[in-house]
């Protein structure tokens, strides 16, 4: 089983000041897979994000990728070795065309393509997630799912081996959700790896082949979502000991 | 020469931390980086040197005038010239980049009315000039007395910041504005106060540096990157951390005048600068994220 | 955005060439008043234009443009009675890399604001360092400078740094250098985690634009015959290089060009008319420049122009 694990996080600790927001967390994700990082919010699951993409440096422990050791290094190093990220509060380039934005992915990334092969990959993943045809149109104008189909494309476009998606399905209505959700369970079929940061539980079930729990900066639990949504603490965790 | 230097560079450091802990009030309340800090103290040093020859009125007196007058153009300032730029800017990037140029466009304003009101020349007058022995070596009883309306003054600021209300108040804009906004504080009037406040202690200290430096209208620059760098070194919005840096900046500034050369302590600020940026740019009290 | 040259680039090249040879026989129509004021324009034209390099997409303002034109003149005073001047030059631009390369490796790892205030004390210091080594080593401060170049020259090689400086900006923004850049000045967080090294990208950037500010200091240091601290690194050429680049506009490569000539103009007036207030009136300029046209001419005149064809803003 670890011969295919692709990422794995061993020990990885984040202290601020006197405050562990990340404690001692180890797990492995595998190729094709859907990993969810679930927990209560404060419980260090985008601390964690941000030390395996190198916004933040960790105090402890490692990330390896495939065996090479990302622990440390600065995000573009990280994002070229093959792992991109969406981010909380999505993030796109205003002042760039959506076919612009989605380029950046594949012109910095590990493949660096150029010019005109970089627009043929952005137009493909425009179409890819549903905005066909709105490679000229501005960002600003556009609405909040299809800004997130934006930033979602342009970590494709790195044709990464791990993609980090952070809360990328939060604040949308139920049918956005669902689009939402058939797309990334597109990408599943098509064999990408992906760990997501979560909090819509009918994604969690339908999308993750297994889930890394946290609660207070540590892991409280692992498994496939029915064991862990059933984990008598991770309901504690949740909704207090008084329903567990 | 060891406690002569020490000596001196803390009497220098008073007046010093008075301009780092106006810049840090109106760096971290307001938002506003602001340029022409150097300009609002020779301003001041003008103002009493003004007050002092024309009006043989000593420059203790006179910052009763020179500390109220810049609290209200400062006001002014921030009402008039700098409201509309925070009212425009979209993210707190857009508006340091505005602040920024705002700023460095006033700095020419008052420099230019400077240079027009008293040339290109350099000024100084005599006032407290006799000597004073403290710890066996002699200064000049201007700097005690500056000093020690300087220490005054911090305290003052000190305790009001930490004592009263609206202190309390305009610290919690500092460290959040938008969760002091949704506990009624009002930010707009407490950025104004802090931003008026900041210039009024700058003037303080211009008027207490007058009293022994030698200036003239050009000069602001040096002192802006003086309290620039007391500020990052202090830790942004951090009054404490403003003082201390204050005083190792005097002290270093000192040592390089005393030892090496009085035309390289703008070359030791730098140093200090870049040492900072190098091993703590989180500032010396500010806490590594 | 289109890789091969689109007709609109064809033009816009075409009609360049065709105005800068057109300029370039100014000297020969006059050596006196208009040649000095072409002189004056065609070194801030260059200067803006290197200046918004860096600072129009990056928003990274840099005060610092009197450092590196002051130590491209201080080149010259050092070595142009010792050495060709095309090595005077190439010791110029050097000099200007290396200045921006220690600026940059100290202050653009981190946050803007750390650069602004490296840059805005930087003219000051290297004036007092100078200043220091001459009074120590040399004895005296300030020298003459002593190059038998010709008004006309100058001129010339002020106008090859302008094509110099618009083309380099061209081929920066055709190239991945260019679209990094268009990424970091819209959201640096994104351009770090899409794999753009921001921090060498920026470093990189400023030394260009620092070494070709150095050469126009370099190329217009005989003007001053003799050269002082005071006046190679006068503050007003950083000031006035920035309120230029902003009135016209530092988004556009075309805009910096725009701005320089009526500011120019309008400086000329304000030191005949007003010789003591000129600084102040200056001051009052940027004021209004920053309040009224933020977006600079540039952009208001490709506001109206869209407007003219009907498109919408």
């Not at chain 3, 990094?180 to 260009?208: N, P, Q, W, Y």
Request: aromatic share 10%; net charge neutral.
């Amino acid at each position: 089983m670890s011969s295919t694990a692709i990422l794995s996080v061993t020990g990885l600790s984040k202290a601020f000041g006197g405050l562990l927001a990340v404690n001692q967390i180890s797990f492995d994700v595998h190729r094709g897979e859907i990993v969810g990082l679930i927990g209560p919010n404060g419980s260090g699951k985008t601390t964690l994000l941000n030390l395996i993409s190198g916004a933040l440096a960790p105090t402890q422990g490692s990330v390896r990728l495939r065996r090479r050791e990302l622990t440390g290094l600065p995000p573009h190093r990280i994002a070229r070795a093959g792992i991109s990220r969406s981010f909380q509060l999505v993030r796109v380039l205003p002042s760039l065309t959506a076919l612009e934005n989605v380029m950046v992915g594949a012109t910095f990334g590990p493949d660096a393509v150029w010019g005109a092969e970089a627009a043929a990959i952005a137009r493909a993943l425009l179409e890819r997630v549903g905005l066909g045809g709105r490679e000229n149109a501005m960002p600003e104008a556009m609405t909040y799912i299809d800004q997130k189909r934006i930033e979602l494309a342009r970590a494709l476009a790195a044709d990464p081996q791990v993609l980090l998606l952070d809360e990328w399905l939060a604040g949308l209505n139920p049918t956005e959700l669902r689009i939402g959700i058939a797309l990334i369970e597109s990408l599943h079929a098509e064999g990408r790896t992906i760990l997501m940061v979560e909090h819509v539980m009918d994604a969690i079930r339908s999308l993750c082949d297994r889930c890394v729990v946290m609660n207070a900066g540590s892991k409280l639990a692992e498994g496939s979502p029915e064991q862990v949504l059933s984990n008598h603490e991770v309901i504690a965790a949740y909704l207090g000991d008084d329903h567990a | 020469m060891l406690t002569a230097i020490l000596v001196a560079s803390v009497l220098l450091g008073g007046a010093y931390a008075l301009m780092a802990m106006g810049l840090t009030l109106q760096y971290g309340v307001a938002r506003i980086m602001n340029l022409a800090t150097g300009e609002t103290l020779m301003g001041a040093a003008f103002g009493s040197f003004w007050l002092f020859t024309a009006m043989q009125l000593s420059p203790l007196l006179s910052l009763l005038f020179i500390v109220p007058l810049a609290f209200a153009i400062n006001w002014a300032i921030y009402r008039w010239l700098l409201t509309p730029l925070v009212r425009r800017a979209k993210n707190q990037g857009m508006l340091e980049v505005d602040s920024i140029l705002a700023t460095f466009g006033l700095l020419f304003v008052i420099e230019g009315a400077m240079l027009a009101g008293f040339g290109g020349n350099y000024y100084s007058y005599s006032f407290l000039a006799e000597p004073v022995t403290l710890l066996g070596h002699s200064f000049g009883l201007n700097r005690v007395v500056a000093f020690g309306v300087a220490a005054l003054m911090a305290l003052a600021l000190y305790l009001g910041l930490n004592r009263t209300r609206y202190g309390t108040a305009i610290r919690a804009v500092a460290v959040d504005p938008v969760a002091a906004g949704l506990v009624a504080i009002d930010v707009p009037r407490a950025a104004a106060f802090a931003f008026a406040l900041g210039g009024a202690l700058t003037a303080c200290g211009g008027s207490l540096l007058s009293m022994f430096l030698t200036f003239n209208a050009s000069m602001g620059v040096v002192f802006t990157m003086k309290a620039l760098i007391i500020v990052i070194m202090g830790g942004v919005g951090d009054p404490r951390g403003a003082v201390i840096a204050a005083f190792l900046l005097a002290l270093v500034e000192t040592v390089v005048a005393a030892l090496v050369d009085p035309g390289l302590t703008l070359a030791a600020t730098y140093l200090l600068f870049v040492l900072t940026l190098l091993f703590r740019p989180q500032g010396l009290m500010g806490r590594r994220t | 955005m289109i890789f091969p040259m689109q007709r609109r680039e064809v033009i816009a090249v075409v009609a360049s060439t065709a105005a800068l040879a057109l300029l370039a026989g100014l000297p020969l129509a006059d050596d006196g008043f208009w040649l000095a004021l072409a002189i004056s324009i065609a070194s801030y034209v260059a200067m803006a234009t290197a200046w918004a390099l860096f600072s129009g997409p990056t928003n990274y303002v840099s005060l610092a443009t009197a450092a590196f034109f002051g130590s491209g003149a201080y080149v010259v005073s050092a070595l142009a009675e010792t050495a060709p001047w095309p090595v005077v030059l190439v010791a110029a631009a050097l000099v200007g890399a290396l200045l921006a390369l220690a600026t940059g490796l100290a202050t653009l790892r981190l946050s803007g604001v750390y650069f602004v205030i490296f840059s805005f004390g930087l003219a000051e210091l290297i004036r007092q360092l100078v200043t220091y080594y001459q009074t120590q080593v040399t004895g005296s401060v300030g020298r003459y400078i002593f190059v038998t170049i010709s008004a006309s020259e100058i001129y010339w090689q002020l106008l090859g740094l302008c094509a110099i400086a618009l083309f380099t900006g061209w081929a920066i923004q055709r190239s991945r250098l260019g679209f990094a850049l268009r990424v970091i000045g819209d959201d640096e967080t994104v351009a770090a985690h899409s794999g753009i090294d921001t921090a060498r990208v920026k470093v990189l950037l400023f030394c260009i634009s620092g070494a070709l500010i150095a050469l126009v200091g370099a190329v217009m240091a005989p003007r001053f015959t003799y050269i002082e601290p005071q006046i190679a690194y006068n503050p007003m050429v950083s000031f006035q290089v920035v309120i230029m680049a902003l009135l016209g506009g530092s988004k556009r490569l075309w805009g910096p060009l725009v701005g320089v000539i009526p500011f120019v103009l309008l400086h000329e007036w304000i030191a005949g008319r007003f010789p003591n207030h000129t600084h102040l009136l200056l001051g009052m300029v940027f004021l209004l420049v920053v309040y009224f046209v933020p977006q600079g001419v540039s952009g208001w005149l490709e506001k109206a122009w869209r407007r003219i064809r009907g498109e919408s803003a």
